[in-house]
């Protein structure tokens, strides 16, 4: 289990996420970014299914820019991944 955990850790480390969010004119985005944006964007852009519930955002996101966010993926294995919320 834990070789396949490194193997996930290895390919989300690979390059950071991307994420759309829709802007006003000051470049802060409406609302905020979300585990379960951050989710889909695993599955979409990095092949796995990371379930929301362990996705922990170490800060509120509300700007565009590189951010981090938590997996725990249980038994004392987690990894903070890096994500980027671009203009859609």
């Known amino acids: 289990m834990l070789a396949a955990i490194n193997d996930v850790v290895a390919k989300l480390n690979e390059s950071p996420l991307t994420i759309g969010a829709k802007t006003g004119t000051s470049g802060k ?27 922990n955002i170490v800060e509120e996101v509300k700007e565009l820019g590189t951010h981090k966010a938590t997996i725990d993926f249980g038994n004392g294995h987690s990894t903070e991944i890096d994500f980027e919320v671009v203009a859609e």
């Open 29 to 55: 985005i409406f609302g905020s970014v979300t585990n379960l944006q951050i989710s889909r964007a695993i599955r979409e852009q990095k092949g796995y299914d990371i379930d929301r519930k362990k996705i």
